[in-house]
């Protein structure tokens, strides 16, 4: 694979060039929660300004069409703020998809500024990988850069059609996601243990199937492993659920690799009502409405705990739990934190995605886990051995 880094870009000074970053990052009380994915793209942002570029930045934040949000959303606007203080420079925000007055506001763009573009899925090209809106965002920009490693794995229009228009560059950090998670991949140590959870089902349950080959065992979590309690004819009341996560779950329930919970913490969400219910043969009643599995439960920790501490590499996305909620943080905490003390030494640990890199910030151990991508979803896919879409759209 050859990426060509931002570093070869001939004659900058007073190019447009457009920049695809990944700042959709955690909220806490409607607040930003963890910055890692800004701090990753600054240095790719801060050598394109020093060297007197116009920097067009795209994002996307959440999930808005899902969620049914169509409005402008504070996200970006908050996100700006933060980039422009670390920037130590204003960072201006462009709120509404009207391309004529985008296009005349980037033309008035002086070497140095910063702007960034709204939120890509508020636009219906976006996701769609539309080729018309692929273009318009082209004609914006004289040069394409990819810094956005954690969403390589979408066939988006910012991700795979901007690049067929422009002279395509790879920022400084995805070239170094790609080379680090390259030698996992390709040298890892066994035994190679994948911790794994959170809740966007349907992309990270399948990785679990092409993580199978390469992992000596995955440990199966959060609302990942509801699907697998389904599966096998459990009550799970209220829990998240996705009846296509729970089709793929009945066809993985016999890989010995795959180490499903032994006990789980079930309750209300607002954290009021949290009992350990344990998984058994003899029951297939783990909870009932209003209550949901939130968090794994004490025997699973230390039956998790085992594997990790004989692992050599260790790969962990997607929190145990609801970990927002301080009573259904224990499984993320205990885990991340057994994760990060057996990392930089023993085992290669390799811990990335938006909610998991702010719950590992959270046990104040992130300094001990050795690499910590950007990528969530991306990260596994890649671990996976697939090619992702926006990596190889940005080879030549
Ligand atoms: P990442 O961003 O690390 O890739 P995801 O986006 O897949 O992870 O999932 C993170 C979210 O999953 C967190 O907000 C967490 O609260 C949620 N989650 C994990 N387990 C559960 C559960 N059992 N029930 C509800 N939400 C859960
Ligand atoms: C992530 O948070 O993993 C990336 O930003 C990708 O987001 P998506 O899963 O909503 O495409
Ligand atoms: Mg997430």
Redesign the pocket.
């Known amino acids: 694979m050859n990426l060509r880094s931002i570093k070869e870009i001939k004659n900058i000074r007073g190019k447009r060039v457009l920049v695809r970053v990944d700042f959709n990052i955690?909220l806490e009380h409607g607040k930003l929660a963890d910055d890692t994915r800004i701090k990753a793209a600054a240095p790719t942002i801060k050598w394109l300004v020093e060297k007197g570029a116009k920097v067009i930045l795209m994002s996307h934040f959440g999930q808005p069409r899902k969620k049914g949000l169509r409005n402008k959303d504070k996200g970006l606007s908050m996100i700006v703020e933060r980039l422009g203080k670390l920037l130590k420079r204003d960072v201006k925000l462009i709120e509404e998809w009207d391309f004529a007055t985008i296009g005349k506001t980037v033309k008035k763009m002086k070497a140095g500024q910063v702007f960034m573009l709204p939120n890509l899925r508020l636009h219906p090209g976006e996701e769609k990988n539309n080729e018309a809106f692929a273009k318009e965002l082209a004609n914006l920009g004289q040069i394409y850069v990819n810094e956005a490693f954690s969403v390589c794995h979408r066939e988006h229009a910012s991700i795979v059609g901007v690049p067929k228009f422009l002279p395509r560059y790879a920022g400084v950090r995805l070239i170094e996601e790609v080379e680090t998670l390259g030698r996992v991949l390709h040298e890892a140590r066994l035994p190679l243990i994948v911790l794994i959870?959170?809740?966007?089902?349907t992309?990270?349950i399948a990785m679990i199937k092409t993580m199978t080959d390469k992992a000596s065992a995955i440990l199966v979590?959060?609302?990942?492993?509801?699907h697998f309690f389904k599966a096998q004819g459990y009550q799970i009341g209220a829990?998240?659920v996705d009846p296509k996560g729970v089709k793929i779950a009945k066809t993985l329930l016999k890989n010995k690799k795959i180490i499903l919970p032994r006990d789980?913490v079930v309750g209300t969400?607002d954290g009021k009502v949290a009992k350990v219910a344990e998984v058994t043969n003899e029951s297939k009643a783990l909870c009932f409405k209003p209550y949901?599995?939130?968090?794994i439960g004490p025997k699973t920790i230390l039956r998790f705990s085992h594997f990790i501490k004989t692992a050599q590499t260790l790969v962990w996305?997607?929190?145990?739990?609801?970990?927002?909620?301080k009573r259904?943080s224990h499984g993320?905490v205990a885990l991340g934190r057994l994760f990060a003390a057996r990392s930089k030494g023993i085992a290669f640990g390799v811990a990335?995605?938006?909610?998991?890199?702010?719950?590992l910030k959270k046990t104040g151990m992130a300094q001990y886990v050795d690499f910590i991508s950007t990528g969530?979803?991306a990260m596994l896919e890649y671990l996976g051995g697939e090619e992702l879409p926006g990596i190889k759209e940005l080879s030549y």
């Open positions: 955690p959870g959170g809740a966007k089902i992309d990270k979590g959060g609302a990942l492993a509801n829990s998240v789980v969400k949901a599995i939130l968090d996305n997607g929190p145990m739990g609801l970990y927002e909620v259904f993320t990335g995605g938006g909610e998991t890199i702010d719950a969530g979803g």
